[in-house]
């Protein structure tokens, strides 16, 4: 588990299915991930990965969860979503953050993120890690820039453009 000022970063536990299940079925939070709110079950597979990623990688996304109410606030951490975007991006890890609308607008998806790098950089000292973002997702360009990752081009995943971002490690 991490700790932050405001909050707790630590892997999901069977308990926050609920709440993971109706973030990713708000269209607000799925519009630049997709854009199509998941079923049920989708929710479900994607709420077992999160635990079969700790198990074989030993990271993956931390359930986010606000220290003053106890309210899940989303999932940040990293990932290897194997995404076949070539050499330059698959074989890092790829830093996630996704927020519900609880949790935006109030710095927490930086303060959680800034930790959770700060967290696989000790442990696993990467050259580098990697995300994709929409194009027309400025705010998290915005936070990717924060967090020092730079755009390094474009590409198609799941028929969309996507930009890829980098960041090195850190000196």
């Avoid at 709420?47 to 969860?65: E, K, P, S, T, V």
């Avoid at 606000?66 to 606030?73: D, V």
């Avoid at 989303?74 to 975007?85: A, K």
């Avoid at 698959?90 to 953050?97: I, T, V």
Wanted: glycine letters at 10%; proline letters at 5%.
């Amino acid at each position: 588990m991490i700790e932050t000022e405001r909050l707790l970063l630590r892997p999901h536990i069977a308990d926050d299915f609920d709440a993971c299940r109706a973030m990713w079925q708000d269209p607000a939070v799925v519009k630049y991930i997709g854009g199509t709110p998941a079923s049920e079950g989708e929710a479900w597979l994607r709420f077992l990965g999160y635990f079969g990623r700790w198990q074989l990688m030993g990271y993956g996304l931390f359930a986010l969860i606000e220290k003053s109410s106890g309210q899940f606030m989303g999932e940040v951490g990293f990932s290897d979503f194997r995404r076949e975007l070539g050499p330059n991006f698959d074989p890092y890890h790829e830093a996630a953050w996704v927020l519900a609308t609880a949790g935006h607008g109030k710095g927490y998806a930086r303060e959680a993120m800034t930790a959770a790098q700060r967290w696989l950089d000790e442990k696993f000292r990467p050259a580098r890690t990697v995300c994709i973002i929409n194009p027309e997702n400025i705010s998290s360009i915005r936070l990717a820039e924060r967090l020092g990752f730079h755009a390094t081009g474009e590409a198609e995943y799941n028929q969309k453009t996507v930009t890829l971002f980098a960041r090195p490690r850190p000196q």
